[in-house]
């Protein structure tokens, strides 16, 4: 896909259509790096931010337990093996 390079003041820019925009996760900011004369765009938003403060306020309220048996009672009962 081609895309024109329009003038914006001093700067440059391009158009990003809605459908690539939705796909690559673009919110409100991304990220610019230029690697071989490539101008590389990513999203600004990594995957799992944020976890790391939520699993200690989990901690805080001793939330983060792991589940180490499954009840596996609907199997026995409900499900018939063949």
Not at 46 to 58: H, I, L, P
């Amino acid at each position: 896909m081609k895309a024109a390079i329009v003038k914006i003041g001093n700067s440059r820019g391009i158009r990003i259509p809605k459908p690539i925009f939705t796909q690559c996760g673009f919110e409100k900011e991304v990220e610019l790096q230029v690697h071989d004369n490539q101008l590389v765009i990513r999203s600004a938003h990594q995957a799992r931010e944020g976890w790391d403060e939520a699993f200690k306020a989990m901690s805080q309220h001793g939330d983060d337990a792991l589940i180490d048996k499954i009840d596996s009672s609907w199997d026995d009962s409900e499900w018939e093996w063949k």
